[in-house]
């Protein structure tokens, strides 16, 4: 038994693993308040694989902040919005959201996978480049659209490096893909901290 556990073991002791560091770009963001209005969520902006996943978690997470009072634009009818709402957007591009949707709230959120040098599994690495690394950025925002203001506007980096003191030819580390869906969690979980 004992021996089994060891030969299992034993391909870890030649590996080396890279643990993921994650920072916020403005760490004195306030709450929200998610006791009353009408509440609409747009589609994710980015070009990576992985929207799909953190739009559904987005549903998920302001439903159960919101309850029912949460509308997707794709499922809603009667909505003028632009193509793409950027994001930082003036008080006046935040006046016409209000007039194209009568919603009260706008959840913004934007994906962006900056770096993607290292395969999960990477080979070989003791023989790469020290400035290898994947890493990523979600931004998400709320819009009081009735006071014409953006009242929640937090981005959350996320950054895995090649070790520069690894001896093994074997590294994992956390894929840019996986970066985003974990700068997303670290969004929601300050929300959760921070709102009521």
Known sequence: MRITRLLLLLPFLFLSCSVPSYVFTNPAQAGLSFKDGKWLLNSIDGNNDVNNMIYKKAVEDFSGFVGTRLSETGNTNGLLL???????????????????????????????????????????????????????????????????????????????????????????????????????????????????
């Open 82 to 196: 632009g193509v793409k709402i950027p994001l930082n957007p003036s008080q006046k591009q935040i006046t016409d959201l209000y007039k194209g949707t009568k919603f009260d709230y706008f959840i913004n959120i934007k994906t962006n996978m900056v770096k993607d040098n290292l395969a999960a599994v990477s080979l070989n690495v003791s023989h790469m480049s020290d400035n290898r690394q994947n890493m990523s950025t979600v931004t998400l925002e709320v819009y009081d659209l009735k006071n014409g203001m953006v009242i929640y506007s937090q981005t959350a980096q996320g950054s895995a490096h090649k070790p520069t003191d690894s001896t093994s030819d074997v590294h994992l580390v956390k894929s840019s893909q996986g970066l985003v869906l974990g700068c997303y969690n670290r969004l929601i979980k300050d929300i959760k901290k921070k709102s009521s």
